[in-house]
């Protein structure tokens, strides 16, 4: 009867220190997962892709890029890529933009190229995350 009672004891005294570590390694991985998921935040991971679409229009030098939908974009992140050349949208013309430097529905942005380019070549480029804008016909928009 003596040997029972002092094998439950030592079986009591085992289940606190096994549950001791277990809650200590739960507690080190919600902090570790926690802590990361922070870091990601407050450092930001690869910048989202933008959700847009545009339509672009080369005629000779001209190119005229029309956006027909998506959320505003800030000019500094695009680019045209065009017959090997990039060009920021910073060099163009935005028109019907209020006077800001963003980039939104129903808004055109303009430029005038020294050389002539072709149709297929433009392409519009959100430089943050290296998305190329969906390239689409803007109907309904002037």
Request: hydrophobic share 35%; glycine share 14%; with cysteine.
């Amino acid at each position: 009867m003596n040997d029972e009672s002092e094998v439950s004891r030592m079986n009591r005294g085992v289940s606190s220190v096994v549950g001791t570590i277990l809650m200590t390694g739960i507690v080190i991985i919600a902090v570790t997962v926690g802590g990361a998921a922070m870091l990601d935040r407050t450092y930001g991971g690869p910048e989202r892709a933008p959700i847009g679409a545009v339509d672009v229009d080369v005629q000779g030098g001209n190119v005229t890029v029309t956006y027909c939908g998506g959320e505003p974009l800030d000019i500094d992140d695009l680019v045209l890529h065009a017959s090997g050349m990039t060009i920021p949208f910073r060099e163009g013309n935005l028109t019907n933009s209020g006077g800001d430097a963003s980039f939104e529905p129903g808004e055109r942005w303009t430029y005038t190229a020294d050389e002539n380019l072709t149709q297929s070549d433009g392409i519009v480029v959100h430089t943050p995350s290296n998305t190329v804008l969906d390239e689409s016909h803007c109907w309904g928009v002037n």
